[in-house]
C-alpha cells in the first residue's frame, strides 16, 4: 500500500524502549537491563499491514505488547490518532484514560491453547470485552456473538462449548471472534498462525485479509514465516537485538534488501522447490546477549562486512527511498556493493 | 571418523519399512496413529516424512525407535527391516545394541531431551562408553572431538558446560554430537528445526548434509515443512492419517504431485501466491485417529472423492509412467486436472 505514505497514520510510534531491570543479591541490587527493545520508531497506516521480523530474542514481540502497554514502556512515545478526537500519546495516559482507548486496539495472540481460559464457554470468551466495556445492552450479547462467530466461520451454536472441544486453527478462530469484538481499528498478531499447519493456516490468512478488507483494519504482522511474512505485508521492519535495521515496502525488503542481516535472514529460508539451490549467507554464532550488546552497529560481530567504524558508532538511519530506510555504515557508498557477499554456496547444488 | 553405513554401498535398502501398524489404546477406543506405512531408505540417502501434526510421521519413528510407550501403544502388525535385519522380531536386548549406536535419534526441543543436571560432554561420553567400552579419559576425549565435529566453538571448555548455558542452536549441536558420537548407520531427525530460527535451521541442516557426506549414513528426516524437506531429501513420504500416500523422488514429487492432498498441501504455500491473491486451502481439519473415515482417509476433504472412495482404500501403487512414484489415490486422472 504505497499510497499509504500520504495519508496520516494511525499509529507513530517514536523511540521506544522497553528495558527489563535484573535484579541480583538478598538486596535485589539493580545490575542491569535487558534492552529488548531500544529505540525503535515506525508507523502504522490505515488498513496496511506492518510486520516486524526478526529471530527470537530480536524484541519484536516485546515491542507490539509495549505499544499496547501490556509492558509499560522504559521510553518513548505512540501517538495514536483516534477516529474524529485529538491525538493521544498512549504511553502518557494513565490506566483509566488507557481503558477508553483499548476498545480500538486489540491483539490475538499465538498460542491458541494457551491464551483461551478453558473454563470459559466460547460464548463468554468472545463477549467478555462486549460485557466489560457496555458496548451493547446485555440482551444483545449473545446476538452479536453469534455474528461474530459466524463472521470467522464458526457457526454461531458453537458459543456454548469450551475451548477443548476444538481443533488448533478453530481455536484461532475463536480468538480472532475475541479479537474483533469492539470493532478494533488495530489489531496485533503476534505469530497468530507460527502454530498452525499449513493447510489450516492458509484458512486462517485468508480470515485475516477478508477482515481487513471489509472493515479497514490495520495489522501489526508478528512473525518468524518468512513467507507468510512476504504474502500478507505491505510493509516491513527488520528487526535485530532491540532496533529495526531495515524498514520498507515488502517488494523493497524481498527484492532489494540492503542490510547485511536482512539479506542473511532471506537467504537462510528454504523455498520449497528442489531445483532451487540458495546462495546462501551463512552466519556464524548466535545473537549476543541484549544485556551486554556489542558497541557500535549491534550486528558487526556477525555481520560478514564489519569494519572498524562498526564498533566505534551505531549507524544513523539512511533513507534510500521514500519508504526504505536502513541502518548501516556500509550505506554510505564508500565501500563495494555489498552484493559481492562471500556467499556459501549449497555444496549438493 | 569411521565410515560405518551398515555394510552397504550407497543406494542399497538400508531401512525397509512395511505395512507398519501402531495402535493406541484410549478411552475412545483405539487410535491407529500409524496405519499401514512403507517406505523405503536407500544408504547413504535422506528420505523426508512429511505431514501435518497428527498424521503419524513421529510415531512412525518412535516405532523405528521402539519408543512407544507400551501400554497404551502396541505394534498392531508390520516389519521394519534395517540392515537386514528384522527389528520387530528381536529381542529387547539385542536391540538396546542397535539404538543409540547403529540407529540413533534427535528431537525437536533439546532442551527436554538433553539432561539438565548433568554437563554436556558427560552426556556424550555415556553413550560412548556404553556403547564403545571406551573408559573415562577416552571417552570424555571423544566427547570433545564430537563437539568439534558439530563445529561448536572452544569444544575443551564447552564440554564441561551445562545445557541451559548453552543456546538452542548449540543444544541441538549437542543433541546431534551425541547421535554421531557412535558413528550410526541411520539418523533419524525429528523436526530437529522446528524450534530454531532460520537462520540456525540453515546452520544445522547445513552441518546435518555436510556430517552424512563425510559417513555415509543415511537420514530419515521427519518434518512439516515443506521447504525444509525440498532442500534436503532424495525422496519424500508424504504421510496423511496414519499412512503414506505418496512416495518419490523429490524432484518428481515437487514438479508433479499427483496425490490431491499433495497437490492442495503444495498449493497452500504462501510462497506461490501472488500479492492479493487469496491462498488456496484444504476444507475442514484432519480426521481424528479413533475415527478415520472409511476407505480413502483424505476423501472427507477431497475435492475428486467418488463412492468408490468410501467403499475401497485406495492401495500405494507405483505409477506406471513414472518409476519410483507411488501414490494412494483412485482418481488419478483427475487429480491431473487439479
Known amino acids: ?349 | 571418523m569411521s565410515e560405518r553405513n551398515g555394510g552397504m554401498k550407497r543406494g542399497e535398502v538400508l531401512l525397509e519399512v512395511t505395512d507398519l501398524r501402531t495402535h493406541f489404546r484410549g478411552e475412545e477406543g483405539v487410535a491407529k496413529a500409524v496405519d499401514g506405512v512403507s517406505f523405503k531408505l536407500l544408504s547413504g540417502e535422506t528420505l523426508g516424512v512429511v505431514g501435518e501434526s497428527g498424521c503419524g510421521k513421529s510415531v512412525t519413528a518412535m516405532s523405528i525407535m521402539q519408543l512407544v510407550p507400551q501400554p497404551p501403544g502396541f505394534i498392531a502388525g508390520g516389519s521394519i527391516r534395517f540392515a537386514g535385519r528384522d527389528l520387530l522380531s528381536m529381542s529387547i536386548d539385542e536391540f538396546r545394541r542397535i539404538r543409540g549406536n547403529e540407529i540413533a535419534m534427535i528431537f525437536q526441543e533439546p532442551m527436554t531431551a538433553l539432561n539438565p543436571v548433568y554437563r554436556v560432554g558427560e552426556q556424550i561420553a555415556e553413550a560412548v562408553r556404553l556403547h564403545q567400552g571406551l573408559d573415562r579419559e577416552a571417552s570424555r576425549a571423544r566427547a570433545i572431538e564430537m563437539l568439534d565435529l558439530v563445529k561448536i566453538p572452544s569444544p575443551e571448555k564447552r564440554v564441561d558446560d551445562y545445557p541451559h548455558q548453552m543456546s538452542g542452536g548449540m543444544r541441538q549441536r549437542v543433541m546431534i554430537a551425541m547421535a554421531m558420537s557412535c558413528g550410526p548407520s541411520l539418523l533419524i531427525a525429528d523436526e530437529p528445526t522446528t524450534a530454531l530460527d532460520v537462520t540456525v535451521q540453515a546452520q544445522i541442516l547445513d552441518l546435518i548434509r555436510g556430517l552424512q557426506q563425510e559417513t555415509g549414513m543415511s537420514v530419515l528426516l521427519i518434518t512439516h515443512d515443506l521447504g525444509v524437506v525440498a532442500e534436503v531429501s532424495d525422496h519424500v513420504a508424504v504421510m496423511y492419517a496414519g499412512k503414506v500416500v505418496e512416495y518419490a523422488a523429490v524432484a518428481d514429487l515437487f514438479a508433479q504431485p499427483r496425490h490431491p492432498y499433495t497437490i492442495g498441501l503444495l498449493k497452500s504455500l504462501p510462497d506461490l501466491a501472488a500479492p492479493g491473491e487469496r491462498l488456496h486451502t484444504i476444507p475442514g481439519t484432519v480426521p481424528s485417529a479413533f475415527h478415520f473415515p472409511s476407505g480413502c482417509r483424505f476423501r472427507t476433504r477431497c475435492p475428486l472423492a467418488s463412492a468408490e472412495c468410501a467403499e475401497r482404500e485406495p492401495p500405494l501403487d507405483e505409477l506406471p509412467d513414472v518409476g519410483g512414484h507411488s501414490v494412494a489415490c483412485h482418481h488419478l486422472k483427475e487429480a491431473e486436472a487439479l
Request: glycine share 6%; proline share 7%.
Open chain 1, 1 to 349: 500500500m504505497s499510497q499509504a505514505t500520504h495519508t496520516t497514520p494511525l499509529i507513530e510510534v517514536r523511540e521506544l524502549r522497553k528495558w527489563f531491570p535484573i535484579h541480583k543479591g538478598i538486596i535485589q541490587r539493580h545490575v542491569g537491563d535487558v534492552k529488548a527493545v531500544d529505540g525503535v520508531s515506525f508507523d502504522v497506516f490505515p488498513g496496511e499491514t506492518l510486520s516486524l521480523v526478526g529471530e527470537s530474542g530480536c524484541g519484536k514481540t516485546t515491542a507490539a505488547r509495549t505499544l499496547l502497554r501490556l509492558y509499560e514502556p522504559t521510553a518513548g512515545s505512540a501517538i495514536y490518532h483516534p477516529k474524529g478526537e485529538a491525538a493521544v500519546d498512549l504511553f502518557s495516559l494513565g490506566a483509566r484514560e488507557m481503558r477508553r482507548w483499548r476498545r480500538d486496539l486489540s491483539i490475538i495472540f499465538q498460542d491458541p491453547y494457551e491464551s483461551l481460559n478453558p473454563r470459559m464457554s466460547v460464548g463468554q470468551i468472545v463477549g467478555e470485552g462486549l460485557l466489560v466495556h457496555r458496548v451493547v445492552p446485555k440482551r444483545q450479547i449473545d446476538d452479536r456473538v453469534a455474528s461474530l462467530l459466524e463472521r470467522v466461520g464458526l457457526r454461531a451454536e458453537t458459543r456454548n462449548r469450551y475451548p477443548h472441544e476444538f481443533s488448533g486453527g478453530q481455536r484461532q478462530r475463536i480468538g480472532i471472534a475475541r479479537a474483533l469484538a469492539l470493532e478494533p481499528r488495530f489489531i496485533v498478531c503476534d505469530e497468530a498462525v507460527s502454530a498452525l499447519d499449513v493447510s489450516i493456516q492458509a484458512q486462517v490468512v485468508n480470515i485475516l485479509k477478508d477482515l481487513q478488507a471489509e472493515m479497514g483494519l490495520s495489522y501489526l504482522f508478528i512473525a518468524h514465516d518468512l513467507s507468510i511474512v512476504k504474502y500478507i505485508s505491505d510493509r516491513i521492519a527488520v528487526m535485530y537485538l532491540g532496533r529495526i535495521v531495515e524498514l520498507g515496502t515488502t517488494r523493497e525488503i524481498f527484492e532489494e534488501p540492503q542490510h547485511p542481516y536482512t539479506k542473511a535472514l532471506l537467504s537462510a529460508v528454504p523455498v520449497p522447490d528442489p531445483t532451487h539451490r540458495p546462495e546462501r549467507i551463512l552466519l556464524t554464532g548466535d545473537v549476543p546477549s541484549p544485556i551486554d550488546p556489542p558497541s557500535g552497529c549491534h550486528f558487526r560481530t556477525r555481520c560478514p562486512f564489519a569494519e572498524d567504524r562498526c564498533r566505534e558508532a551505531y549507524p544513523e538511519l539512511t533513507q534510500l527511498t521514500e519508504t526504505h530506510t536502513v541502518s548501516c555504515h556500509l550505506m554510505d557508498g564508500t565501500v563495494t556493493d555489498t552484493q559481492d557477499a562471500p556467499a556459501v554456496s549449497d555444496e549438493l547444488a
